[in-house]
């Protein structure tokens, strides 16, 4: 069953993180720890802001987006960070990601 354009839910982050470094860590021989990488991104606390599609219990699409304030010499910016924009395989899901960003742009 297809479900998606939503929100991530708690149990579900391990999976996204995995999703995501077997993506774009694992095929340049990097060890699958992109939660370590972004912390801010990919955590429990940011959960409303990781955007999913899921098939059968696996999420096969992601988007993650962070907003907060960052302190640059001095001075508070509001920023965003979007991150990680990424489907599982090229499938008929291959366009996901673009409908999932798509949500989250707006």
């Known amino acids: 069953m297809l479900e998606g354009l939503r929100a991530a839910k708690l149990g ?3 999976k996204i993180i995995s999703l995501v470094s077997e ?17 801010l ?4 606390n940011n959960l409303e802001n990781l955007r999913v599609m899921v098939k059968d219990g696996q999420s096969i699409s992601y988007v993650g987006i962070w907003e907060g304030k960052l ?4 001075l508070w910016f509001n ?9 599982q395989g ?4 291959y366009f996901s990601s673009l409908f999932i960003f798509s949500d989250v742009a707006t």
Do not use: H
């Open 12 to 14: 579900e982050l391990p």
């Open 23 to 39: 993506i774009f860590l694992v095929p340049v021989g990097l060890s699958p720890i992109i939660d370590e990488l972004f912390p």
């Open 41 to 44: 991104l990919l955590n429990t």
């Open 71 to 74: 302190l640059i010499y001095g």
């Open 79 to 87: 920023v965003g960070m979007i991150g990680a924009i990424c489907t």
């Open 90 to 93: 090229v499938s008929n899901y």
